[in-house]
């Protein structure tokens, strides 16, 4: 449990400083990671967005209501704009040929802009039509992070400490291989995500990544989340200043549902419930648990019944959690400001639970009490996990076929099926509670309601 940056991201945002200003001084828009793909051709000529807008109006008129257009506007207003070192990442080019000297001398190459992330584009607009002179198309990690990657904003290094940064080791053979993209993808792979959804190719390769390595892979990326061109008001706190150009909402509140077909529809949850909730795998079936992806279920207080069979296994049930005002980011995402001791802030981009967000709501008086509130609930989650393991007994005769269970599941009965499903649903939730108290509470009780009424 994190409380407050380790000393850890503190040396790698030290040494991500020393990076980023060799980044820097490398032409803007050049790789300075491998796997980097945003850079530029050779020749560095800068034309500024308001030339590409001749041909990319759309993608102008979005781009220009970002708080990167007046990223030089931010730099006046606190009266830095001619310190050279800011201007780095606040302008296109500057301090390099053919960059950004001053705003009365190139106007146009003033705030972050379309070259910032895409490279010049001098040799692309004298020949549209030559493709290797285009501007790379790059959804890495690392075109945003040559700016967004030092002490004042550490995003990209604690974004790469996080379990979004890559392709989950079981599935990257997989994909090499040219199999399970469009089962597992859609949330496993940025790839398939930005072809399916950004994109929006009508079909999409299951040989997207075939012969493809680890290190080619993109996992959740800043742009699956995202937005680079444009507002898109989906941020609780969205307003003139911040906006965070969210693809999806930040906070939803969807009616609750015991439907496989309403629960496997993603468009009704929050941006993390893209990927962070059922995929609607039901008590009846019996060759693996279902997957470790059910937060949001378990969160809203709901959970998939066979659709031949209704009748909720605990009453679907609600939490105060969920009205936290930024729902999953208020707890795994709070940002720390600037510390001046410490030299470093927190982005919330390492995505680890942090209390910090759980005080200053007026529920929880401070972390240490939230803290106190969670250690007691975890360690009878925990217990009462222990004990129902135990009072099912042998496993070979109960679990899963996946799990050490029979290979014929016949002879399991539907009672046993239900409580070892809400055994494994409390457990990959992986909150131990934390995510719906009242209705992990309750689906305990009524494990030990079922295991008893069986005499175990
Ligand atoms: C004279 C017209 C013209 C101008 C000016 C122009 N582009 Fe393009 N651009 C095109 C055309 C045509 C394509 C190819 C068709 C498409 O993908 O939309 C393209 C494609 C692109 C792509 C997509 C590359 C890909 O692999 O999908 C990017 C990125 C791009 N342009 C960025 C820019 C930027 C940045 C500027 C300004 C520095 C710019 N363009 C100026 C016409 C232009
Ligand atoms: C050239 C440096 C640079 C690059 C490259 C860059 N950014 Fe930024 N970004 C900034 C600066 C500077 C600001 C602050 C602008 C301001 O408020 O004046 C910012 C602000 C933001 C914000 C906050 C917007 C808001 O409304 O609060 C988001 C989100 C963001 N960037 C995402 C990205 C993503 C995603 C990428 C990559 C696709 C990226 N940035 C690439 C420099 C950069
Ligand atoms: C390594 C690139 C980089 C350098 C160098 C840099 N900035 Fe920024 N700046 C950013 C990014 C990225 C953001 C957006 C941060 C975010 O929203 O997380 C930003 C945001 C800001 C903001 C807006 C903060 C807010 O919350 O709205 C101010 C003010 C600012 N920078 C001032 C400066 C000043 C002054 C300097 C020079 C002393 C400077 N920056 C140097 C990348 C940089
Ligand atoms: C903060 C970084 C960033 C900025 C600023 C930016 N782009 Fe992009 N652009 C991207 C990324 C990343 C992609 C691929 C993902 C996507 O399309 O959302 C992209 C995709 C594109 C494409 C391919 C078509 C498409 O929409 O997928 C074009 C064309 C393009 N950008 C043009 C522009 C132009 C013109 C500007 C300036 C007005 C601009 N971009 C500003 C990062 C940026
Ligand atoms: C609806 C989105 C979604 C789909 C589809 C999906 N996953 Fe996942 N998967 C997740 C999320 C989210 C996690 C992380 C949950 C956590 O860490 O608690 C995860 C975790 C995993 C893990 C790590 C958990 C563990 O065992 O330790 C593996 C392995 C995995 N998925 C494999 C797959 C495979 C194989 C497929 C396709 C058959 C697949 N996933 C399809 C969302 C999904
Ligand atoms: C899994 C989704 C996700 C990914 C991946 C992600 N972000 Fe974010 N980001 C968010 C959310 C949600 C917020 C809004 C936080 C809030 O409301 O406080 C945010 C906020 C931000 C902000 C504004 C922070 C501030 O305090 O002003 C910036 C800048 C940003 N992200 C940049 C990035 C960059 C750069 C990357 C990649 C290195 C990235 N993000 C990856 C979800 C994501
Ligand atoms: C595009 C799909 C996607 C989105 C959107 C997404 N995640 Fe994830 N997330 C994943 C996958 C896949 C994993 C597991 C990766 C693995 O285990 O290989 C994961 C892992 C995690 C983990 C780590 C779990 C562990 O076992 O360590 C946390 C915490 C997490 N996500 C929180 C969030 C939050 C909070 C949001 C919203 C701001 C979010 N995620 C949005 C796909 C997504
Ligand atoms: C009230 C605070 C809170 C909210 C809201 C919240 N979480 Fe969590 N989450 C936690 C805590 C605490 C843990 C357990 C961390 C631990 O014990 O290691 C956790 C665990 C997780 C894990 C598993 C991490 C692992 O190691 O297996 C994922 C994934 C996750 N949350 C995603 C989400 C998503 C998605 C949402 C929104 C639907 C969400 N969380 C909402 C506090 C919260």
Redesign the pocket.
């Known amino acids: 449990m994190k409380r407050r940056s380790s000393l850890r991201s503190i040396v790698t945002g030290v040494l991500s400083v020393i990076a980023g200003s060799l980044c820097l001084a490398m032409t803007m828009g050049q790789g300075c990671a491998p796997n980097d793909g945003g850079g530029g051709t050779a020749t560095s000529q800068f034309l500024g967005a308001s030339e590409c807008r001749l041909c990319h109006s759309s993608h102008y008129d979005d781009w220009i209501g970002t708080s990167h257009a007046s990223a030089l506007e931010t730099l006046k207003a606190i009266g830095q704009d001619r310190n050279a070192f800011c201007l780095g990442c606040h302008t296109v080019g500057n301090g390099e040929e053919g960059g950004f000297v001053s705003e009365a001398s190139t106007p146009h190459l003033a705030g972050v802009q379309c070259e910032n992330c895409h490279g010049p584009g001098f040799d692309h607009r004298s020949n549209v039509d030559d493709r290797n002179a285009r501007p790379p198309r790059s959804i890495a990690s690392s075109v945003c992070g040559k700016c967004h990657n030092n002490t004042h904003h550490p995003t990209l290094d604690e974004w790469q400490r996080s379990?979004h940064a890559g392709v989950?080791e079981?599935?990257v053979p997989r994909f090499a291989a040219g199999s399970?993209l469009s089962?597992?993808g859609?949330?496993?792979s940025g790839d398939y995500r930005d072809a399916k959804f950004i994109q929006e190719l009508s079909s999409v390769p299951e040989t997207l990544l075939s012969g493809k390595t680890e290190a080619e892979m993109y996992g959740v990326t800043c742009v699956i989340c995202h937005d680079p061109h444009k507002r898109t008001e989906n941020a609780v706190e969205s307003g003139p200043a911040k906006d965070y150009q969210l693809r999806y909402p930040e906070a939803a509140y969807p009616a609750r549902s015991n439907s496989v077909a309403v629960l496997t529809d993603s468009s009704r949850y929050n941006l993390c419930g893209q990927?962070?909730?059922s995929?609607g795998r039901v008590w009846s079936e019996t060759s693996r648990p279902m997957?470790?992806?059910i937060?949001s279920n378990m969160f809203h207080g709901e959970m998939p019944l066979p659709d031949d069979d209704q009748t909720p296994l605990v009453a679907n049930t609600n939490t105060a959690h969920r009205f936290v005002p930024k729902q999953c980011v208020t707890c795994h995402m709070p940002t720390v400001e600037f510390d001046e001791t410490l030299q470093l802030a927190d982005s919330g981009h390492d995505f680890a639970p942090n209390l910090e967000g759980c005080s200053g709501l007026g529920c929880h008086p401070s972390p240490q009490s939230a803290e106190q509130d969670m250690a007691a609930l975890q360690a009878r989650v925990d217990a009462d996990l222990a004990a129902c393991y135990n009072r099912l007994g042998d496993p070979s005769t109960w679990e899963y076929t996946s799990e050490g269970g029979p290979a014929d599941q016949s002879n399991i009965p539907d009672e046993i099926k239900k409580i070892r499903f809400l055994y494994y649903w409390v457990l990959y939730d992986?909150s131990k509670g934390v995510h719906n108290p009242e209705y992990t509470r309750a689906i305990l009780t009524n494990i030990d309601v079922r295991l008893t009424a069986l005499g175990k």
């Open positions: 379990a989950n079981e599935l399970s089962s597992c859609v949330c496993h990927c962070h909730r995929r997957h470790h992806s937060q992986g």
